[in-house]
Structures are given as structure tokens and as C-alpha cells.
């Protein structure tokens, strides 16, 4: 048995990582979502309602993004930090500063990479994430919302019905 102290000690880390296959090519979806993420909400609307920044430039690390969005059915909300974009590498890391996730996770950080492969390119998504309890789930639902909003985009730079 654990005691409540021993409890407090311990670490409810986890990581969750999803591949997507896509037709368009790496730099634009990038480009969508380091650069332009408030149209994703022109182009994955049953997912994402609105993306507004907050602070600093659409495209620039620190700046800080607002989103209402679509999660397993409910309305919420998260405002993240950018920490880092890699134009080189195609990949953004967000960090998730304020909203629902943080009712459920300490700590909660997506990072979005596209990899050229073939004709089209390969989106890796990656959630590293800290439950705040042992019985929160794994966020599986944000993995479906991620999966889905790259269908959309995807669909969308390539001309194609999602």
C-alpha cells in the first residue's frame, strides 16, 4: 500500500505518439501549422471553432495562441505557448498554459512534425503529458482531434474532400 506521502512523490508522465500519412507536402502543412493555425479553423471547423494569438506574431516562438475546439463531442479551450518551430526539421512544439487539459494533466505539450515520404509526407504527433491523478485516462481523445484536424488540413492544401 502507498502512503498519501509516498503518493504526492509519484510521477503520472506519459507520452503518446501517432503517425499520419499525407498527400501534401511536409513545408505546407507545416507552414499551416506553425505559421497560419488560426485558418485551421476555415478548414476543420466540426474540430476547431477559432485559433487567436494572444501575445506576439503569428509564426514565432513565445508567442501565445487561444483555441476553442471540439473534444470527444464537448466545447473546450486551451491557450498554449509555441516553444520552439524548427522550419528546417517541419516541426512546432506547444505547450499547453491555460484551459481544460490542465483540469486532467500537470503538463501537457504537443509536438506536430511533417517528414517528407514519397509523393506526400509523414505527420508525427507527439503528447507529452503529466496526469495529475492515476486514474485520469491517457488523452486518446487529443490524439483522434489531432488525427482528424490533419485529415482536414491535408485535405485542404491537396484540393480533396476529407
Not at 513565445?62 to 483555441?67: N, P, Y
Amino acid at each position: 500500500m502507498i502512503s498519501s506521502s509516498e503518493a504526492t512523490k509519484m510521477s503520472f508522465v506519459g507520452k503518446l505518439e501517432v503517425d499520419v500519412e499525407i498527400k501534401a507536402p511536409a513545408a505546407e502543412f507545416h507552414d499551416v501549422i506553425s505559421g497560419r493555425p488560426h485558418h485551421i479553423s476555415k478548414v476543420s471547423p466540426a474540430h476547431i471553432q477559432s485559433c487567436e494569438i494572444h501575445e506576439g506574431e503569428w509564426g514565432k516562438p513565445g508567442s501565445v495562441i487561444f483555441w476553442n475546439y471540439t473534444h470527444n463531442g464537448v466545447p473546450e479551450t486551451a491557450k498554449e505557448i509555441i516553444e520552439a518551430i524548427d522550419n528546417e526539421k517541419n516541426s512546432t512544439t506547444f505547450k499547453v498554459i491555460e484551459g481544460h487539459l490542465l483540469e486532467k494533466y500537470k503538463n501537457f505539450v504537443v509536438v506536430v512534425q511533417a517528414t517528407p515520404k514519397g509523393q506526400g509526407s509523414l505527420v508525427h504527433w507527439t503528447l507529452h503529458y503529466e496526469k495529475l491523478q492515476e486514474k485520469i485516462p491517457e488523452p486518446q481523445g487529443i490524439v483522434e482531434l489531432a488525427l482528424a484536424m490533419t485529415k482536414d488540413i491535408d485535405a485542404h492544401l491537396t484540393g480533396q474532400k476529407a
